[in-house]
């Protein structure tokens, strides 16, 4: 009989005690069953690494690991050093996915198609409760938005192979990361049903309010574009063109015209002068 290929899942935790058992426990039921699941406590003050203890304790294919504060890429990337895992997937403390998400995404791997990305579409739930469907993506429009969550399910020597997360970034980690890893493994299927499940929180307290209540999304937006500042070119967006493009589209008008790309604009005019 063939085996299954491993998937490895990579949660990092930190401060998550009201969440974390809902999330281990969507991983512990999926209907795929070689899974290895990678929990990684990031300086946690609260109960969150003796709830996980107690949790995992009759499950062997959990493992949790501890290290001092360092945020979500640092610790993503600390998780990745444990995997063994052909399959790679990265859930937060808070999300969840579906029971069939893990046997769904390697049914796709599967079909022979040298498949790079498995995208999902998105159900918020808790403060909000619609679907999310991402922009499809192309080279072009992986440039302007992100395309993918961060719990799309990838090979895990792609991940290795283009250096894993900028570990100096704050925010937006995740597109500078799919912007390096389409740049050469861009084969992506999307799943067009709800399996990935992204709670928006009651109490707004999540690191993706917290960062756009403290401007930092439009500090990354700008060490998103200067990192990557010839590839912009080579796909003709000059800062210019690009503003130009961005406020034509009126979605992300609405979201980032006059945000980021203006700040952008004004910052590296007046270098100029």
């Not at 085996?3 to 999926?30: D, G, H, K, M, W």
């Not at 894993?164 to 299927?189: A, L, P, S």
């Not at 980032?256 to 952008?264: A, D």
Request: hydrophobic residues 40%; contains cysteine.
């Amino acid at each position: 009989m063939k085996l299954q290929p491993l998937v490895s899942v990579i949660i990092p935790a930190y401060n998550a005690e009201n969440t974390i058992i809902e999330t281990l426990e969507c991983v512990a039921r999926q209907t795929y069953s070689d899974i290895e699941t990678i929990v990684v406590n990031d300086g946690s003050t609260d109960r969150t690494s003796s709830i996980i203890e107690q949790f995992i304790i009759d499950k062997p294919h959990f493992s949790l690991y501890s290290k001092h504060n360092e945020g979500l890429a640092a610790t993503r990337n600390y998780g990745f050093q444990f995997v063994k895992g052909e399959y790679l997937l990265f859930l937060d403390a808070d999300d969840l996915i579906d029971l069939n998400f893990v046997k769904l995404c390697v049914d796709e791997f599967q079909t022979g198609n040298n498949i790079d990305i498995v995208a999902t579409q998105v159900q918020h739930f808790e403060r909000e409760n619609d679907i999310y469907v991402f922009p499809k993506f192309s080279l072009d429009t992986i440039l302007k938005v992100n395309c993918f969550t961060i719990t799309s399910m990838i090979k895990s020597k792609a991940f290795k192979d283009i250096g894993m997360f900028d570990v100096t970034m704050k925010f937006h980690e995740d597109w500078e990361m799919w912007i390096r890893m389409t740049e050469k493994y861009n084969n992506v299927v999307r799943i067009d049903q709800p399996l990935f499940w992204y709670r928006k929180r009651n109490a707004h307290d999540s690191m993706c309010d917290l960062n756009f209540n403290d401007n930092v999304a439009n500090e990354m937006h700008l060490y998103i574009y200067q990192k990557h500042f010839y590839r912009y070119l080579q796909a003709g967006y000059s800062l210019e063109r690009l503003f130009e493009t961005i406020r034509r589209e009126e979605l992300l008008r609405k979201k980032y015209y006059g945000v980021w790309y203006r700040k952008l604009f004004y910052r590296l005019r007046k270098t100029k002068r």
